[in-house]
Nanobody, 122 residues
Framework: QLQLVESGGGLVQPGGSLRLFCEAS????????IGWFRQVPGKEREGLTC???????PIYGDEVGKFILHRDAAKGTVFMEMNSLSPEDTAVYYCAASRDFCSAYVHGYQSWGPGTQVTVAS
């Protein structure tokens, strides 16, 4: 089973941008569907977007253009650009891997990272 790790979280000012990375030590993610989720205390984990060979890059919810996924095929990693961030985007962000297809739901993925905290504040 993949051991995913997210990185790139931190503190960013409102209106700013951030890039989050997802990788698996010793493994390439090129053949997996990689989804990104976020969670705030007391709420369910929310699907944001995903990238896969079969599904393209679906967007879940209304955040079109805010969360943009890229594959770095040479490194076998995935990164997500986050734009126009607001305090409401403060959450723990997770990447997840599926051997099958993209899904907006937690149960669609077999492997998860521990998450990285993103805090949007001035």
């Amino acid at each position: 089973q993949l051991q995913l790790v997210e990185s790139g979280g931190g503190l960013v000012q409102p209106g700013g941008s951030l890039r989050l990375f997802c990788e698996a030590s010793g493994f390439s993610l090129n053949n997996y569907a990689i989804g990104w989720f976020r969670q705030v205390p007391g709420k369910e984990r929310e699907g944001l977007t995903c990238i896969s060979e079969y599904d393209g890059v679906p967007i879940y919810g209304d955040e079109v253009g805010k969360f943009i996924l890229h594959r770095d095929a040479a490194k076998g990693t995935v990164f997500m650009e986050m734009n126009s961030l607001s305090p409401e985007d403060t959450a723990v962000y997770y990447c997840a891997a599926s051997r099958d297809f993209c899904s907006a739901y937690v149960h669609g993925y077999q492997s998860w990272g521990p998450g990285t905290q993103v805090t949007v504040a001035s």
